[in-house]
């Protein structure tokens, strides 16, 4: 009896195994700071890319990979990422899934200095604000399946650039030196009076 429920348990765990979802990934990293570099990489519908480091600000990025091996489910994601604090629009990120020709479409558009104001989507699946650490923005269940059936989740991950904000105690440090500065001033114009 004992050797029926360990077969049983062995069965169950190995049906467990086939039938769970694999993870596929879209990472998309902007640099910390202005002068470094974006690191693109993705897994997705059986083809592997990256890391590849694209220097400079990154304005836009599409990736559209087909796979006629894959079974695609209709799906479109959109994502505005705001700034914290201001709740500005940062950046847009779209991941739409097309049934009927087997592809997958990401789209990520970044805001630039120079260039004009990002439109944001609509109605977007979501609105989130970045914090300058890697996000994992959402998981897709279910995104495609593969030839040999099981399943796959798409985790879309990002990095997004953080304006620089002042520490609190640096305006401190920059005050006290601008009161030195003028106490200074002050002090030798009363001298040479």
């Known amino acids: 009896m004992k050797w029926m429920h360990s077969m049983l348990a062995t069965l169950l765990l190995a049906f467990i195994s086939t039938s769970a979802a694999s993870a596929d990934f879209i990472q998309i990293l902007e640099p910390v700071t202005e002068s ?29 990979i087909a796979n006629t091996d894959w079974t695609v489910t209709n799906f479109n994601n959109t994502y505005n ?13 779209s991941a739409t899934g097309t049934a009927s ?38 998981t897709i269940t279910a995104y495609a399946t593969d030839p040999n059936g099981v399943p796959h989740d ?14 609190p105690y640096n305006v401190v440090l920059i005050g006290v030196g601008l009161l030195g500065l003028g106490g200074s001033t002050w002090l030798t114009r009363l001298r040479h009076r």
């Not at 798409?154 to 520490?167: G, K, Q, T």
């Open 36 to 64: 470094g570099s974006n690191v693109i990489a993705f897994d997705i519908l059986g083809a592997a890319f990256g890391p590849l480091t694209v220097s400079g600000e990154l304005a836009s990025l599409i990736i559209t």
């Open 81 to 93: 990422i705001v700034e914290q604090g201001t709740g500005t629009l940062s950046d847009l990120l």
């Open 101 to 138: 020709t087997h592809s997958v479409n990401i789209t990520f558009h970044s805001d630039l200095e120079t260039g004009p104001a990002l439109v944001p989507f609509v109605n977007p699946t979501a609105t989130i604000t970045e914090t300058g650490a890697i996000q994992t923005l959402a």
């Open 154 to 167: 798409l985790s879309l991950v990002i990095r997004s650039d953080v304006e620089a904000v002042p520490e």
